[in-house]
């Protein structure tokens, strides 16, 4: 069965998608740590980041770098929290949350009933500053 991102983008399941390309997408997170979570993940369904090929990893860290930098513009944070553990989902994604301290990237403390309207929200911040910096794969609303 295909993964819950690879549904995504095949328009299989809802999403609120802020960057795409022929190799990477980026979609803001189901259930937010904060506002302004997103999930940078591979086009291709690999279950490691370890098993990624080494092409498919530099996007994929540029992409999140790009997005990281839109973070911290649209959400004012002292910096960008980045994971990666792809245990629910086995297909890797890496989770950008722009944070003020460390606590902020705890898992166990995600929005389990989130608004979409505010998740809408945080992304049209984010897409307007992928267009501040010059992203190109940015996803119009």
Same mark, same amino acid.
């Given at each position: 069965?295909?993964?819950?991102?690879?549904?995504? #983008?095949?328009?299989?399941? %809802?999403?609120?998608f802020i960057w795409k390309d022929k190799l990477v997408a980026c979609v803001m @997170? &189901?259930?937010?740590?904060k506002e302004g979570h997103v999930v940078v993940f591979p086009r291709q369904e690999? %279950?490691?980041?370890?098993?990624?090929?080494?092409?498919?990893? #530099?996007? #994929?860290?540029?992409?999140?770098?790009?997005?990281?930098?839109?973070?911290?513009?649209?959400?004012?944070? #002292?910096?960008?929290?980045?994971?990666?553990?792809?245990?629910?989902?086995?297909?890797?994604?890496?989770?950008?949350?722009?944070?003020?301290?460390?606590?902020?990237?705890?898992?166990?403390?995600?929005?389990?009933?989130?608004?979409?309207?505010?998740? @809408?929200? @945080?992304?049209?911040?984010?897409?307007?500053?992928?267009?501040?910096?010059?992203?190109?794969?940015?996803? &119009?609303?």
């Open positions: 069965m295909a993964s819950k991102f690879t549904q995504k #983008l095949e328009g299989q399941l %809802p999403a609120e @997170a &189901d259930h937010p740590l690999v %279950p490691h980041w370890i098993d990624l090929d080494e092409q498919s990893w #530099l996007h #994929l860290m540029t992409v999140c770098q790009v997005i990281g930098r839109a973070l911290r513009v649209s959400f004012q944070s #002292l910096r960008v929290g980045m994971s990666i553990i792809a245990l629910q989902v086995p297909h890797v994604h890496v989770h950008l949350v722009p944070i003020n301290d460390g606590s902020e990237m705890d898992f166990q403390k995600a929005e389990k009933n989130p608004q979409t309207e505010a998740i @809408a929200a @945080a992304a049209v911040k984010i897409r307007h500053a992928l267009c501040i910096l010059g992203a190109t794969h940015a996803v &119009d609303s």
